[in-house]
C-alpha cells in the first residue's frame, strides 16, 4: 500500500513533431489520465482537442487518437510538454517536484520552419522568456485543463485564435 502523500517518478511523453511544425503547443506536463492513456491531453474535459479542431477546420477531437496527431502534423501543429519527467502525486501542476526539463537544443533543426510557441497555461508559460531569446514568437495561453475553470471553452478559443 502506497502512502497517498508520496511522488511518483514519472517521463513524459514523446514530442509530436516533424519538419512540417510551425506552430508548436507546450503543455507543462502530462496528467494522469494522459500518462494512463500514452496520449496527449486524453482527459475527456480537457478543452484542447475542442480547441484545435476549431483553429485548425479539421475535427481532430471526434478521430481516434491514432488519426489524430498525422493530421495535426499536417496542419503544421506539434505537441510536446516543458518537463520531461518529474514526481508527482495527482495531476496538478502544483504537486509536481524535482521538475527536469525536456531537452530543446535540436528543436530549430528539428522543425525548421517552427515560427510560435503556444505555452498551455502559466506552469509551461514559465519557460516563455527562453524560447523569446531564441528568436521564437512566444505566447502564454489559458490552459485548456479541466481543473482552470474561469474560462469558458468559448473564451479559451477566442484566445487561442492568437496563435494563428
Known amino acids: 500500500m502506497t502512502n497517498k502523500q508520496e511522488t511518483t517518478a514519472l517521463a513524459g511523453l514523446a514530442p509530436v513533431i516533424d519538419a ?3 506552430i508548436l503547443i507546450l503543455g507543462s506536463f502530462p496528467g494522469a489520465a494522459s500518462l494512463a492513456a500514452q496520449q496527449y491531453y486524453a482527459h475527456p474535459r480537457n478543452a484542447l482537442w475542442p480547441i484545435l479542431s476549431a483553429l485548425t477546420g479539421d475535427d481532430l477531437a471526434g478521430l481516434p487518437y491514432g ?3 498525422p493530421r495535426l502534423l499536417a496542419h503544421g501543429f506539434g505537441l510536446w510538454d516543458v518537463l520531461g519527467a518529474c514526481e508527482r502525486q495527482g495531476s496538478l501542476d502544483s504537486a509536481i517536484r524535482k521538475p527536469a526539463a525536456n531537452d530543446f537544443a535540436r528543436l530549430r533543426e528539428l522543425c525548421p520552419l517552427l515560427e510560435t510557441v503556444g505555452f498551455n497555461g502559466q506552469t509551461s508559460g514559465k519557460f516563455a522568456p527562453g524560447f523569446a531569446a ?8 489559458p490552459s485548456t485543463s479541466p481543473a482552470h475553470a474561469s474560462l469558458t471553452l468559448a473564451q479559451k478559443l477566442e484566445r487561442w485564435k492568437v496563435l494563428l
Open 67 to 69: 488519426e489524430r496527431l
Open 20 to 22: 512540417r511544425t510551425r
Open 134 to 141: 531564441q528568436g521564437y514568437r512566444a505566447v502564454v495561453l
